[in-house]
């Protein structure tokens, strides 16, 4: 069954990028914007994904997206419909560099908050490289796959990067103190496991979501690799964290030798197989990626709202123009079943005349978003 879904109904930049003003008034469930390169089509996008916790999908530093001779910082300001009530949701950086975030004009803590609201999604042509790219790309893709399933995954995730930083500080110092090393060893075991845990479970639940067999896009075959994941699938939770912490302790030498620490779930890798071809995922063809990396953000869409009971917010940024006028229908097709809201970009109106008069189709232009 579709879940229901929050759907933006109107959306404000203030000095976000190119933007000095754009109000955006949205009556469908698909959103195409289309403009000329650098038109400032991508720059919207980035200003929706900015309502997921993280950097938005540029990994920008948060001051390069206010305007260029503007007034310093942004604001960017979003009304949501669901179950008929409007709630607006709000971020900004002040000039000062401070980050605000406010729900109903009322300030809340973090971008965390705004999930029980939305959750939002993105595919860009920067994910490109996944497959072939460094298993910390894989990881931190993964990481955004595991919010769906625990939203503590994110902190969980950026306290254990400290703590091995701690440790391999501290191993590099040589401290006569050992208790310090015991301590951060104790804090990376029992954050590593969680991690772990949580990456376990999310590739499980998203391999559950891959439909196999006869699509246009290729089904992949996802799993995780890595050592204390593989401990977690013989022993309960609080034995691997008493075996991880041991290893730690027995490693430390190699370790300070090495200058980081070479145990851990800082060096697992998400592996993924083309399923029909059974071939990895980095040995297909560039099309096959990206049909590939489609269906994946397809099958974490239904996961987020099998998780969540809402459909996220889905953000395609130059999706369509990738694929042939087959799997372009058959995208859009598998759009509708997903229920909730989409947002795609493309250089070319023509990419999206199928969809005329159930999609809401927008001119970009340098500063100005405009019906088409
Ligand atoms: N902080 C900023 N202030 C003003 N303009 C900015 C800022 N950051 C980026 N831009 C401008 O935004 C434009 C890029 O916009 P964007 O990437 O959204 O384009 P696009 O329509 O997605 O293009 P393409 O089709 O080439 O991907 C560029 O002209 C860039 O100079």
């Not at 879940?3 to 000095?20: G, Q």
């Not at 974490?300 to 953000?315: D, N, Q, S």
Request: with cysteine; hydrophobic share 45%.
């Amino acid at each position: 069954m579709t879940p229901p879904a929050p759907v933006v109904r109107r959306l404000i930049l203030s000095d976000y990028r190119s933007y000095t003003l754009a109000r955006c008034d949205i009556d469908a469930r698909r959103v195409a914007l289309v403009g000329e390169n650098g038109a400032g089509k991508t720059n919207v996008l980035e200003a929706l994904s900015l309502y997921s916790p993280g950097r938005g999908l540029r990994r920008a530093e948060l001051a390069d997206c206010a305007r260029r001779d503007g007034p310093g910082g942004f604001a960017v300001s979003l009304d949501i419909a669901f179950d008929d009530a409007t709630t607006q949701l709000g971020h900004g950086l002040t000039p000062e560099g401070d980050r605000q975030f406010r729900i109903d004009r009322a300030p809340v803590g973090s971008a965390r908050a705004f999930a029980d609201h939305l959750r939002v999604l993105w595919l860009t042509p920067a994910m490109d490289g996944l497959f072939n790219g460094a298993a910390g790309e894989r990881r931190r893709f993964l990481d955004r796959l595991a919010l769906g399933v625990d939203a503590d995954h994110g902190g969980r995730v950026n306290r254990l990067e400290r703590a091995l930083r701690n440790r391999n500080r501290l191993l590099e110092e040589g401290v006569a103190d050992r208790r310090w090393l015991d301590a951060a060893e104790q804090e990376i075991a029992s954050l590593g496991v969680a991690v772990a845990a949580a990456r376990r479970e999310t590739v499980s639940r998203l391999a559950a979501q891959i439909v196999t067999g006869e699509s246009v896009f290729p089904w992949a075959e996802v799993a995780i690799e890595g050592e204390i994941e593989g401990w977690l699938a013989e022993a309960p939770a609080l034995a691997v964290e008493e075996r991880f912490r041991e290893a730690l302790a027995q490693t430390r030498r190699r370790d300070a030798a090495a200058g980081r620490t070479l145990t851990g779930p800082q060096t697992s890798d998400l592996a993924v197989r083309h399923g029909p071809k059974n071939e990895a995922a980095r040995d297909c063809s560039t099309g096959e990626q990206k049909a590939l990396l489609m269906g994946l953000t397809l099958a974490h869409a239904r996961l987020v709202g099998e998780m969540t009971g809402k459909a996220p917010l889905l953000l395609l940024d130059e999706v369509a123009a990738h694929f042939d006028p087959i799997r372009r229908e058959a995208l859009f097709a598998e759009l509708e079943t997903l229920g909730g809201q989409v947002w795609m970009t493309g250089a070319d109106p023509l990419l999206f005349d199928s969809l005329r008069g159930r999609a809401d189709i927008m001119q970009v232009t340098p500063g100005r978003i405009a019906r088409l």
